[in-house]
């Protein structure tokens, strides 16, 4: 990779900004100053410092983000979203989020640049499976429950994969998990349209074997651990 290509990645300004630094003599390569914007350099194998301190490289960050209502799950809007809720230096790596979830709902959102992984998570083929945690304006049912496990037909008429729901609290706002293997556009709150129920709040728990961290406030993130960016590759 071109040595002006790397230190723009890792945030130290603009293509243009960059030559302007390495004129200065301040960057080195193995202990070798480099002047040259167009000197290639092997990412990992050789040493790049700025003043004597090491730039780290990576190409890839992985974000686990607590959802907050409100933001959409979008790159760039006119209304705020989740991209707006990260540092820049996080920003520096084009992160998009990993499929959508509604303006209203909180929760599980992965952020990442790894295309390849986000294909893998949102392509319909691989069925990731999804939690959600609801509250339903009304009282969900046994029958609800078969319905749901047969699949529902949508007000589109498509009916559904197979969804497993589990009632965690009965009562006329009721509390449940769901889990469906798509995703379709405002699936879960269709779902329950469909046997004429309204969820009024709305939460992602887990995607595939991920789950979201319990001490995640709503609004804050955190960047995956190798092991569970492990998890999603699966
Ligand atoms: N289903 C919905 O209805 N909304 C979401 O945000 C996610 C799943």
Same mark, same amino acid.
């Given at each position: 990779m071109r040595i002006d290509k790397l230190l723009s990645n890792m945030g130290y300004g603009t293509r243009k900004e960059v030559k302007k630094i390495l004129k200065t003599g301040t960057v080195r390569v193995d202990e070798v100053v480099i002047k040259d914007a167009k000197q290639h350099i092997d990412v990992e194998e050789n040493v790049v410092t700025i003043n004597g301190e090491t730039v780290e490289y990576r190409e890839y960050i992985y974000i686990m983000m607590n959802k907050p209502a409100?933001? *959409?799950?979008?790159? @760039? !809007?006119e209304e705020e979203t989740? #991209? !707006? *809720? /990260?540092?820049p230096d996080d920003q520096i790596f084009a992160p998009f989020p990993v499929g959508r979830l509604d303006k209203d709902t909180e929760g599980l959102l992965v952020i990442t640049n790894d295309g390849k992984l986000a294909h893998h998570l949102t392509?319909?083929?691989?069925?990731v499976p999804k939690t959600y945690f609801a509250r339903i304006n009304g009282r969900v049912t046994e029958k609800d429950i078969e319905a749901f496990k047969q699949g529902v037909t949508l007000d589109d008429g498509y009916k559904t994969k197979p969804g497993e729901l589990t009632i965690v609290e009965e009562g006329p706002i009721s509390q449940i998990e769901l889990t469906i293997h798509e995703g379709k556009f405002h699936q879960v709150k269709r779902m329950f349209e469909a046997v004429d129920k309204k969820v009024i709040y709305l939460q992602r728990i887990s995607m595939g074997d991920l789950v979201l961290d @319990? !001490? /995640? !406030? #709503?609004g804050e993130y955190r960047e995956l651990t190798e092991d569970e960016v492990e998890l999603l590759r699966k």
């Open positions: 409100g933001f *959409l799950s979008a790159t @760039e !809007d989740v #991209i !707006d *809720l /990260l540092i392509s319909p083929k691989h069925h @319990e !001490d /995640l !406030d #709503i």
